[in-house]
């Protein structure tokens, strides 16, 4: 199985800032990488597809980028609705993997 | 627009099957998509069950492997998710999606099932 690793675990910010979030994987996966957001009690939304490719209707406040084994996410300028869960998934094999999530907090 | 609504009991008896279905409206289950079921224990992270075409194609993970059955009722436009031998660290939200291009864009809001006697 490929191992998904993102860093940090949990992370404080506050409204305004640029936060980055990212994520390893233990073999290269091309771009197969989606990255996915969670709020308490909701399923997950996709933010990014294909590594870098904005899902339609999600803010452009939102980057992917990487590819091989290294990506991150950015988000430019938080706003109150971003603090929540954020997860990336491999989508190079199956199983398809999922990073442990990473906690936006606000600070 | 495209939703997915995954019903079924939300108690379960140890050593028991967790059956679970997934009805998706506003397409129909033939199309080039593979439906996915995803799980998330409670206060943890998502795990990949497995995933289902409309020909009955399947893949499953591994570690679930034995004890899994997917199955599509395309005449129903819904596909299901079967568990046997289920133990208490089977209690999860567990939730349907669609993949497209790879990723999963459209995920129902998923349903809680807690194993326990």
């Known amino acids: 199985d490929i191992q998904m690793t993102q860093s940090p675990s949990s992370l404080s910010a506050s409204v305004g800032d640029r936060v980055t979030i990212t994520c390893r994987a233990s073999?290269?996966?091309?771009?197969?990488l989606d990255w996915y957001q969670q709020k308490p009690g909701k399923a997950p939304k996709l933010l990014i597809y294909a590594a870098s490719s904005l899902q339609s209707g999600v803010p452009s406040r939102f980057t992917g980028s990487g590819s091989g084994t290294d990506f991150t996410l950015t988000i430019s300028s938080l706003q109150p609705e971003d603090f929540a869960t954020y997860y990336c998934?491999?989508?190079?094999?199956?199983?398809?993997?999922f990073g442990q999530g990473t906690k936006l907090e606000i600070k | 627009q495209v939703q997915l609504q995954e019903s079924g009991p939300g108690l379960v008896k140890p050593s028991g099957t967790l059956s679970l279905t997934c009805a998706v409206s506003?397409?129909?289950?033939?199309?080039?998509?593979?439906w996915i079921w995803v799980r998330q224990p409670p206060g943890k992270g998502l795990e990949w069950i497995g995933e289902i075409y409309h020909s009955g194609s399947t893949n499953y993970n591994p570690s679930l492997k034995s004890r899994v059955t997917m199955s599509v009722d395309k005449s129903k436009n819904q596909f299901s998710l079967k568990l046997t031998s289920v133990t208490v660290a089977d209690t999860a939200v567990y939730y349907c999606?669609?993949?497209?291009?790879?990723?999963?864009?459209?995920w129902g809001q998923g349903t809680m099932v807690t194993v326990f006697s």
């Open positions: 998934q491999q989508s190079y094999s199956t199983p398809y993997t």
């Open positions: 073999q290269s996966i091309s771009s197969y």
């Open positions: 999606a669609r993949q497209e291009v790879g990723a999963f864009d459209i």
């Open positions: 506003g397409a129909s289950i033939i199309t080039s998509n593979w």
